[in-house]
T-cell receptor, first 115, second 116 residues
């Protein structure tokens, strides 16, 4: 069991470039999340997918799009990167449904720098 | 909107000292509360969680937290810290668990440095 995997680990982009961050989980979890982590701001939810085929905005969705490709994979796309999107991005998953007491399982993160 | 406050941004302790990290949330209804830890270079992992029942919750590695509803608090404690507890600690709340879905709001985190 690899758990939650993310690619790439590091990425440097120029302003205006686009890229997709990949996330996959092999735990048969229903729900998946994308967060960004910035110094002094903790983790903020960008988008989430309660189940395959559904996605919803979180706290900071502007500038991002997501795709829940199948039950395993949940990708995050930056269409036109901006320096304000420099951050560490974490993907997480959870079994979903009831009960909702499960812990979220986090991936190792992608460190993105936009110059 | 729900929010979570962690008042201590940086804490420095010597080994064997006692630890208490504060966490307050703003939400008047039923809440589920979590503490996550991020060790240097690693991803977040769960320390402990509160859903119902005994407000004193025990987690891994000797950590515990107490839910005080009247104070909207969920402080994390450890009687004697070790150098290996050096990490960043995040409090999180799932407000509105009756929705049947978990959507966490995280605090800004507390960086703990334990000196040997």
């Amino acid at each position: 069991n690899a758990g939650v995997t993310q690619t790439p680990k590091f990425q440097v982009l120029k302003t205006g470039q686009s890229m997709t961050l990949q996330c996959a989980q092999d735990m048969n979890h229903n729900s998946m999340y994308w967060y960004r982590q910035d110094p002094g701001m903790g983790l903020r939810l960008i988008y989430y997918s309660a189940s395959e085929g559904t996605t919803d905005k979180g706290e900071v969705p502007n500038g991002y799009n997501v795709s829940r490709l199948n039950k395993r994979e949940f990708s995050l796309r930056l269409e036109s990167a901006a320096p304000s999107q420099t951050s560490v991005y974490f993907c997480a998953s959870i079994p979903g449904g009831q009960p909702i007491s499960y812990e979220q399982y986090f991936g190792p993160g992608t460190r993105l720098t936009v110059t | 909107a729900q929010s979570v406050s962690q008042h201590n941004h940086h804490v420095i302790l010597s080994e064997a000292a006692s630890l208490e990290l504060g966490c307050n949330y703003s939400y008047g209804g039923t809440v589920n509360l979590f503490w996550y830890v991020q060790y240097p270079g690693q991803h977040l992992q769960l320390l402990l969680k509160y859903f119902s029942g005994d407000p004193l919750v025990k987690g891994i590695k000797g950590f515990e937290a107490e839910f005080i509803k009247s104070k909207f608090s969920f402080n994390l404690r450890k009687p004697s810290v070790q150098w290996s507890d050096t990490a960043e600690y995040f409090c999180a709340v799932n407000a509105g668990p009756n929705t049947g879905f978990q959507k966490l709001v995280f605090g800004t985190g507390t960086r703990l440095l334990v000196s040997p």
